[in-house]
């Protein structure tokens, strides 16, 4: 065992409620320590392969639980090196939710008025802007085409990319190595390293315990190559500790403190929420394109340009209407999964189970460059348990990458199955009509539910017994402990939460701040948002690692 390091502020993960925080503290004055269980990669590391152990398997998480599977970021930056820069705010409605509990979910200090200036923040960093409809690309135009041919609307979503930097190849989620998608790496990572910040890439916490004025970390060194390898141990004492390890592994490390930190709040490791995640693949009659919605490439090609492009684009929020019923809001967005999970979960529509692989699955992959994917966001019930924690990490590892078992266990309620079954309808409504093309929902028989951004598992509230954080982050019961990333939002947000996760944490830092100086830190609040060339970003984080 080391010797016990100390700092001020300990930040466990580096993805939005981990890296904004580290960059405000750090700024602010604060010695800061940012713990990142994955590796620290440049960008011409974003391999477009699937070379397994040397390529995107070093930069996910995917863990399979009882009834949901959850795909995360594993890399410093985390959910935003492999995210779609999708970056909508989420709906007025959401913050009025009661889901199942009969009552507002979200504390009374939160709406989406006074989210709205923290939202602005996040757009200024990174930035945000709206996708021009004279870039957006071919999936785009089919998805936006078959909607309007349908009588529903369809809107260019607002992203954090650099469209004169993007290359269309389609490969962003699994980082991009172009820098054309604006991931902390290029904004409040370097920001927060150039206020000297330490970033120490594969350290995986486990625990947390006491000490007497402030936590003691305990964590374990991951190996480079084999993720179920774990070499060294130690521990960081500091005053303040901003856990932002994401929804799958926040409530994890939590439970497995229990021993030294004492109980924790009865909120912590439940409610846990997929975001009401389901995708559907259809597969386009290129005729049908062609004579019904009039579209063609410059070739003369109709489609056939599935893999063409930068993920999601397009979406149709027709049915993010407040005045709807709770559960019958959603979104559908227009998709890109570059081959490999996205080809083998895809269902053949008409077949008879299993339907994910054999025959008809053989010539529905032969036809791959037709394919649009079409992606659910609805409200779900908050069904998903954590159960005991595993030794180490957040799952059982089975594989030198990526893959592992967590404990997480989800039973889709009937209100979640409403949403689902609503706009697996209307996605068929929309694409099928007049012979466009064949849609089916993917498969669930192999990992149940699945989500890319899990959210809720430790969430804020005015209750205390339905929320494990009060609406400025801090954990119940545990003074200094604050809670930054997805797993403190709420519930399900109907779109892609990255944004509505980083107004969050920019709102929760004042508070932050005043807890450390309350613990004799010498920090203040009131930097600028991270801002200057991408070359020079890239450099300081480049220089940094070397």
Known sequence: ????????????????????????????????????????????????????????????????????????????????VVYFATMPRAPRFVFERQGSLGRRMWPAAISRDDLDPWYDRVAEALPITRTEWDTVPYAGGLFAAACRHAGRTANAAPSAIDVAQCTNCNWMMAGCR??????????????ALAHGAQIRPLHEVQSISRTDDGYRVHYRVVDAEDYRILHDSGTIDAKIVVVAAGAGATPVILQRSEGTLGPMPHAVGRYFSGNGERLNTAVFDEDRVREVLGLSRPDGTAYQAYQIGRGPTVASWDRLDGNLPEFERYSLEQLYFPPGLGTILAQVAGSDPPSWFGVRKKEMLRRWQSWLTIFIMSEDDNEGVFGPPPETGNANRFSQQMLG??????????????????????????LERDGLATVSPWTNDLVGAYTVHPLASCRIGDDPATSALDDRHELRGHPGIFVTDGSAVPGALTVNPASTIAALAERAVPGIVRAAQARGVAVTYGAPSPDGATAGRRAVMNDVKA
């Open 405 to 430: 078992h967590g404990p997480l266990s989800y039973r889709p309620t009937a209100n979640t199955w409403r949403g689902w079954s609503l706009a697996d309808a209307d996605i068929k409504d929309i």
């Open 178 to 191: 172009f820098d054309a998608k604006r991931s902390l790496l290029l904004n409040y990572l370097p920001a």
């Open 1 to 80: 065992m080391n010797a016990t390091e100390s700092t001020d502020v300990l930040v466990i993960g580096s993805g939005f409620g981990g890296a904004i925080p580290a960059y405000h503290l750090a700024a602010g004055g604060a010695r800061v320590t940012v713990l990142e269980r994955g590796p620290w990669l440049r960008s011409e590391e974003f391999d477009q392969d699937f070379l397994l152990g040397s390529s995107y398997t070093r930069a996910f998480d995917f863990v399979v639980g009882d009834g949901m599977s959850v795909l995360g970021g594993n890399c410093v930056g985390g959910g935003s």
